[in-house]
């Protein structure tokens, strides 16, 4: 049974692109989070989702960041015309869903933008 | 006021020694999950254990055990018998309500664990 998939590992973007982080979860998992780590610091929330929905977005910045978990396919966290406070590594977690308490992480993606 | 709260600052413990992390958590939730994940330096995050507010006894996982206070608000991580493996990065997390329709966790701002040979 695979694990959290999260591709790519390692982004590099200029100022003002686009950036696209993708998560699968494990086999049989509806519930995805999305947590951001500044350097030095620890993980903080940004968005709960359900397949089609999204629970929680709390934690999202109000502008440039958006997050899909689509019916077929892996979860999307898209940031539009990244700015170099963006650098950070981006996890993504998932859990079965009610009355399961454990997340489990995927390996993370490391934005860098130059 | 912060939810979680890890204030020491790196930690140093000989080899097969053991050593406990602190970490101290706020809620007016009287249901609350408590987690300790280890981040080693290749940055992936694994979950080594977790405390229930409702459990009666502290959670134990292989050499991993939690020293849960309740009054105090404290869940200190033990490690038994250290290795060199464990030099890493240690989070302490937390779960407000019920595991279910919400469950996203608050992370502290963690504790570098270095073992010495």
């Known amino acids: 049974n695979a694990g959290v998939m999260q591709n790519p590992r390692h982004l590099v973007r200029r100022r003002g692109q686009e950036a696209r982080l993708r998560c699968s979860p494990m086999k049989g998992h509806s519930h995805v989070y999305w947590y951001r780590q500044l350097p030095e610091e620890g993980l903080k929330f940004m968005v709960y989702?359900?397949?089609?929905?999204?629970?929680?977005e709390s934690g999202m910045p109000k502008e440039r960041f958006s997050a899909e978990f689509p019916k077929e396919g892996p979860s999307i966290l898209r940031i539009q015309q990244v700015v170099r406070g963006d650098s950070a590594a981006y996890f993504c977690?998932?859990?079965?869903?009610?009355?399961?308490?454990?997340?489990?992480f995927g390996p993370g993606t490391r934005l860098t933008v130059t | 006021a912060q939810k979680i709260t890890q204030t020491q600052p790196g930690m140093f413990v000989q080899e097969k020694e053991a050593v406990t992390l602190d970490c101290t958590y706020d809620?007016?939730?009287?249901?609350?999950?408590l987690f300790w994940y280890k981040q080693p330096s290749s940055g992936e995050m694994i979950f080594l254990i977790y405390q229930g507010s409702y459990d009666q006894q502290n959670a134990t996982e292989g050499r991993y055990s939690l020293n849960f206070q309740k009054a105090r608000k404290s869940a200190n991580l033990v490690i038994s018998a250290s290795q060199l493996g464990d030099s890493a990065m240690y989070f302490c997390a937390m779960r407000e309500g019920f595991a279910g329709a919400n469950s996203k966790l608050t992370f502290g701002k963690g504790i570098t664990l270095s073992v010495r040979p």
């Open positions: 809620t007016s939730d009287p249901s609350y999950g």
């Open positions: 977690a998932s859990s079965p869903g009610l009355g399961f308490y454990e997340q489990y």
């Open positions: 989702l359900q397949k089609e929905n999204i629970i929680d």
